[in-house]
């Protein structure tokens, strides 16, 4: 049995780290439920939870996908990792007050985007899955 390429390690490192951070909001929220009721937060916990929820799902997916060996795995990062660049610049342009700065986040957005494309791309991550689907 061949040992995982390292990009996909990688990936699935990536993955693991948004469903812990979504996993965290949503404990988080479910803790703090009150205090956000109580602010009115802005655009309210249903919304939050919900949110935490989708993504804690689709990064399970996407793990489940990989631990499978699944030929569109791939094609599935391209897909969820577009899916939350959006949703990030869409949730931070509709529903934050102030946007003190854009730089940092447009920097971010776009290396991020920049590494897990450039992950995808890697040779071994393409053959890994491909063997696999042969399999």
Same mark, same amino acid.
């Given at each position: ?7 996909? #390690? ?22 703090? *439920?009150?205090?956000?009721? $109580? ?9 939050? $939870?919900?949110?935490? $929820? ?8 996407? +793990? ?8 569109? #795995?791939?094609?599935?990062?391209? +897909?969820? #990792?577009?899916?939350?660049?959006? *949703?990030? *610049? ?16 447009? +920097? ?11 992950? $995808? ?15």
């Amino acid at each position: 049995m061949k040992k995982r390429p390292f990009s996909v #390690t990688i990936l699935t490192m990536i993955v693991l780290f948004f469903i812990l951070l979504n996993g965290a909001r949503f404990y988080v929220i479910i803790n703090e *439920w009150n205090v956000l009721v $109580l602010f009115n937060a802005h655009p309210g916990p249903y919304y939050m $939870l919900a949110l935490s $929820l989708i993504w804690i799902t689709i990064g399970s997916m996407l +793990i489940y996908s990989i631990f499978r060996k699944n030929i569109r #795995t791939p094609q599935f990062i391209y +897909i969820s #990792t577009g899916l939350y660049a959006s *949703w990030f *610049w869409i949730d931070r342009t509709l529903f934050q007050h102030r946007m003190n700065s854009l730089v940092f986040p447009i +920097i971010g957005t776009c290396l991020s985007l920049l590494f897990i494309i450039s992950m $995808l791309k890697h040779q071994d991550l393409i053959y890994y899955f491909k063997r696999a689907g042969r399999l």
